[in-house]
């Protein structure tokens, strides 16, 4: 097992232990008018040019604005608890389960990728 991966797994079982009560408690970003002016911004640039992925989306909320604001954007997430509650909180946008560094796109196949808040449990090695 890599560092890496052990610190994926570390991650993963703390938030699946919290997703309920961090999900009821994190300010949501919409009432952060900084998120919202950089999501507006964000979405005014894309123009339709294809899908974004929303990467370390917690409870959905940027997902859910983002989808809002017209975008295809799907929100991945290595906690199943933490996509539990974004399905229940907001059933429009899509929602699948995810590792930064384990996913699979095909070149220029994404119009952008958003990652509020999630960087800070990427290990530093592996940036």
């Known amino acids: 097992m890599t560092s890496g991966q052990t610190f994926n797994d570390a ?3 703390a938030y699946e232990s919290v997703a309920e009560q961090y999900a009821e ?3 949501p970003a919409s009432e952060k008018p900084f998120d919202v002016e950089i999501l507006e911004r964000f979405a005014a640039r894309l123009g339709g040019q294809g899908p974004v992925w929303d990467l370390g989306c917690g409870p959905g909320d940027v997902t859910r604005l983002l989808h809002g604001m017209g975008v295809n954007v799907v929100g991945v997430d290595l906690s199943t608890e933490m996509l539990n509650q974004a399905r229940r909180l907001h059933p429009g946008p899509r929602f699948e389960e995810g ?3 384990g996913l699979a796109a095909e070149d220029a196949s994404l119009a952008g990728i958003v990652s509020f ?3 800070i449990h990427v290990d530093p090695t592996l940036l």
């Open 25 to 27: 408690n994190v300010t």
């Open 11 to 13: 991650t993963r079982q």
């Open 99 to 101: 590792e930064l560094f």
């Open 117 to 119: 808040y999630a960087l």
